[in-house]
DNA sequence: CTTCATGTAACTTCATATGTTACATGATAG
DNA sequence: CTATCATGTAACATATGAAGTTACATGAAG
């Protein structure tokens, strides 16, 4: 199945804006993404409409950050993607008469509803902000590293 | 995204054909589940070259268990199956050179990848005989049922 | 040798993420 | 005021993969 890349896309979009002031224009972050301004806009609409980020028209216009990211999860993110499914795989029949596809469901059904939980606290946990700390660790030692590499 | 229900069908399949001895055609268990018979041998495929069941042509032919069903659990039919993927979401892009992608793809592999672990090992707790015991007890517990409703 | 059943390729259908074009709306610069 | 810039959004195109279907080859039983 074709997975769904959108999360990630808009977090990539989100971290590149908190590492400098704004206010970013579709163009510019969909050339940082490879992609193109509109579905730029359309990831991001679910996150103007929660307030997560501003969109301003006209001259000097784009998108700004509008929240406290040290407030706001990756859970939030993909809620305000409009939380698509999780799993690639489910039930043939929901609410199936038949017997044995009851029985398959309670047994799928527990598994996968175990995985989504799980994957929805995971991303409960992590704050933008943490992503954006990590970031710049990232950036720091790549550096770091640059310099011992180019000097040492 | 559009569902995969290959594990859930299959698994239906094998639940009928442990209820009573076979052997079953792809006819058969293509009524039984409301689809066609190329898509019953398509998803037994994997199946009969693992060895979990066997298929005879002609006369009298059809598909028949070929294993102990208390050995083989859930994840050895997802296996055979060719273990689709079981997330729906996934990282734009593997192995970016993009540090930004690189903090957001750590950060979403690490739930994702939590995620699929749990599935797998929920999938690799249930064998088919703890199913099919399952089903029993379903269908034992509905004639209880039926009975007190149509004679108390 | 006829019938039945599997094995498999090829094609159609359907859903959905993604990409693209076109144009309306609104804000700013001059 | 008007030209330009940027978002908002509809409409359409493309790509992928599951599911359904048709057609026919292969092989076993009567």
Chains 1, 2 share one sequence.
């Not at 971290?15 to 579709?26: C, R, Y």
């Not at 991303?123 to 710049?136: F, N, P």
Request: proline fraction near 3%.
């Amino acid at each position: 199945m074709k997975r769904d890349s959108r999360l990630s896309g808009v977090l990539h979009v989100l971290l590149h804006m908190a590492q400098q002031p704004g206010p970013f224009t579709s163009e510019t972050l969909a050339k940082a993404m490879d992609t193109n301004p509109v579905v730029i806009r359309r990831i991001m609409a679910g996150l103007r409409e929660l307030g997560y980020v501003h969109a301003e028209k006209g001259h000097g216009g784009g998108w700004t950050l509008a929240c406290d990211l040290s407030k706001v999860t990756l859970r939030d993110i993909y809620a305000a993607l409009g939380s698509p499914s999780l799993l690639a795989m489910g039930n043939r029949t929901e609410a199936p008469g038949c017997l044995v596809e009851q029985a398959v469901n309670a047994a799928l059904g527990q598994a996968f509803g175990d995985a989504e939980a799980l994957l929805l606290a995971r991303l409960g946990e992590v704050t933008l902000a943490m992503l954006s700390e990590d970031l710049r660790k990232r950036i720091g030692s790549r550096k770091i590293h640059d310099i011992s590499a180019h000097r040492a």
